[in-house]
């Protein structure tokens, strides 16, 4: 995938585009509104990831822009502004997906794989890894063709997982994740740990020991 | 402490004070005007009684003849010259048949080497009928006088103080959350135009003063997140480097627990400073069965207790729908945070009032602080202690009653809802 990261914080810029190469996509940057809007107009890319607070421009003016150039340019906005106002402005305008900083480099991997996903994009709405497939549409998991029973919580941190395999997830990232938007209850790892146990457990049962814990207290997903 | 003095209005305390000065003036004055008026006429008397004795005593000297005209004139002889007298006195008159009072001038004077004796009368009743006559009508006219005054002044001093209780009205409606400035009525009396120029000047100051408050945390929430998104992508980007070990690792992610909180922080102080800042426009019916049950259903697939619901109808409030969100989900928060292990919670939404219990060791040490900003019990459980202030705010912005109680082992947080 060729990605187009614009943010005008380099460190914050540069951390993106390091962890998205690593899952083999091909990423350029713009740190300003005038270096992004000469790239978009000069090449054509699968996605971009879009900060709206520019200092020398507005990044809702670039997503206009793209529309109107009719580019089939995937869009996640980034903004450290979380009203629900620019949140709706920016999906108005054809953003596909909205993060509020500050966020976690995995979550916004997954979110932009859910973004791909979709027909629109040319992606395919099945996820495989090994023998496990996912179908997001119908949210069902399956291993080698046998549907697996799983809670809605227990899905969405399998689906999690396979979009950052390979990845160590700490326990906070998956906490964040399985939380949502509106809770405040990211403490109570207890009840994550629960949730992580019963997936591994169904994956173990299966054959499939993908989930390993790293440094102790951390996960990853991978084969052996 | 300074004693409470008694409250008084204005104009009542103006009117009094009139009233009181006019009594005490037309007492004063009628005294005055009585005593003045009865020496004036006793010296008209007196006069009239001298001449007249002088009228007598020439005509006797000239023609020897003695007037007699009892009561009012007596000449008799005597022997030996007496000392002149003036005084009152009550003798009987013939032409009215009964006893009157007089005036009475008793001289003795030497004519033509006969000694006399002249007694000169008046009738004081004439004088005391003129004398209460003139007090009357002067008690008449100055009443009126007074009635007329009385009115004027009051009319007088309403017009006058009026830019006063106008301006007085407008500060008691002055709400530091508006967003227009106290306009207040001019006056030509210059102490007033100076006290509205000090109210200005002090409001707008307070005002801006409290927005700049605002605006501060708004700012600071906003302006803190690019740098945390910054540190959480880089200890993102480390974690998953080379070469860590446990250790590492574990602070690693401990660090991405305490930007974890800051963000909760963050977000709810910035949520505080909009709801502060009255952004939460969007108002339409939420009905909050739909949004309890939503929540609860949500959090019931991590939390290993129950949550029971129990709702007879459909609310629905007029609110912002975020807002009505936000409200459940803090509550039920709040409820799971601090629920003993293995305990149910109890959610109960009624036509008036919205409840959550769940089970405690003991009462909160102080409930009056309770939905004050970053109130915590202790360290035990990790909180930004912003959860139910902004429960409180929401509450506040609609008019709805937030209240805590602990019974039966049970924290009971009920928000009384308006009728609708």
Redo the contacts between chains.
Sequence with gaps: MKILIVEDEKALLQSIANYLEKDGNICETASTYEDALYKIDLYEYDLLVLDINLITGSGLDILKLLKKNKKETATIIISANNSLEDKLKGLDLGADDYLTKPFHLAELNSRIKAVLRRGKFGGTERLEFNEISIDTRSRTAYIKDDVMALTRKEYDLLLFFITNKGRVLSKEIIAEHLWGDHSDMVDNYDFIYVHINNLRKKLTDAGAKYIKTAYGSGYKFMED | MAELTKKIKLLRKTSKTFLWISLVLMVFSTIGLYFYVRNLLQDEVEEELRSTEARIESSISENSIIYQLPPIVEVESVSNLGFEHLKDTLIFDPSQDEIEEFRELITYAKINDQNYRITVRALIVESEDILIAVVISYLIVIFFVFIFLFYLNKSRTQKLWNPFFKNLEQMKLFSLTSETPISLMDSDILEFSELNTEITTLTDKVRSDYKNLKQFTEDVS??L??P???????V??I??GEA???I???Q??SI??D???L??LN??L?LIS?IEND?FT?ISPCNLNHILKD?IE??S????SEIIFESNEDVILLMDA?LA?VLC?NLL?NA??YNLPNTPIVMVLEKDSLSVRNKGIRAILKPDQLFQRFYKESDE??S?GL?LAIVKKICDLYGFQPSYRFTNNEHHFTISLPKQ
Excluded: C
């Design positions: 906003h302006e997140q690019t945390l998104a910054i540190i959480q992508a880089k993102d980007t974690i998953n860590l070990n446990d590492q690792f574990e690693l992610s991405q627990n930007i974890q909180r963000k909760q977000k709810k910035g909009k952004q969007n929540r949500n959090l697939e991590l939390y290993p975020h969100e989900n928060s799971i945070k459980v990790k930004t959860g």
